[in-house]
Each structure stands twice: as structure tokens, then as C-alpha cells.
């Protein structure tokens, strides 16, 4: 399990790299949250703990929402995130197994 530490600055690169795909600013995201830069600064440094309804105001000012979920579920979810890994099928498709291997493969 990752210390506090490394969780802050996972949280935090992840609004970072989120705040920069959306083209804003550390102050136009701040503001869109309500909180000032500097604490929005020190939020994404992974240098502060925020509340979690300052995580909400964030994440939601990014168009993200944030959940909890059980921690024996990360692996699937994780999975999930990488569904173009050749080896490997996805922990979850829309489509049957037969139609995966046909539509992925025919298209290559």
C-alpha cells in the first residue's frame, strides 16, 4: 500500500496532468474550484492533504469525478486502463470475445 506521501503526489500528478489536457492554468483551475493558487499549487505538488470536498471541487472543475472503491477491485480497474496491451485482454469488453479478436485484429 503506497505511503500518504506517494498517494498526495499520485493525486496530485494526476489533477496536474488533467489541468494541462483541459489547457488551464494552475489560477483559472483554482478559481474554478474555489480555492486559491497557492493551495491549489501546493495540492497538485503532492505537498498538502486537501479535504475531500476540495478533491471534489477540483476533480469536478476538471470534468472528472472522484469514487471510492474496494481495494480488491484495483486490479480489474487497473486493467481496465490498459486495454491496448497486446498480450492481454481487457478485464472487460462491450463486445463478446469472438467479436474483440475480429474487430481488433482485422483492423491491423
Request: without cysteine.
Given at each position: ?18 489541468r494541462l489536457t483541459a489547457g488551464l ?9 474555489g480555492i486559491s493558487r497557492p493551495r ?69
Amino acid at each position: 500500500m503506497p505511503s500518504d506521501n506517494e498517494t498526495l503526489q499520485a493525486i496530485g500528478n494526476a489533477f496536474a496532468t488533467a489541468r494541462l489536457t483541459a489547457g488551464l492554468t494552475q489560477e483559472q483551475l483554482a478559481e474554478l474550484a474555489g480555492i486559491s493558487r497557492p493551495r491549489y499549487r501546493d495540492i497538485e505538488k503532492g505537498t498538502v492533504a486537501a479535504r475531500a470536498t476540495t478533491l471534489t471541487n477540483i476533480a469536478r472543475a476538471l470534468g472528472l469525478e472522484m469514487v471510492l472503491i474496494p481495494q480488491a477491485l484495483l486490479p480489474a480497474l487497473q486493467a481496465l486502463m490498459r486495454p491496448d496491451e497486446e498480450d492481454d485482454l481487457p478485464a472487460f469488453s462491450a463486445l463478446p470475445d469472438d467479436d474483440y479478436h475480429e474487430t481488433k485484429f482485422s483492423r491491423s
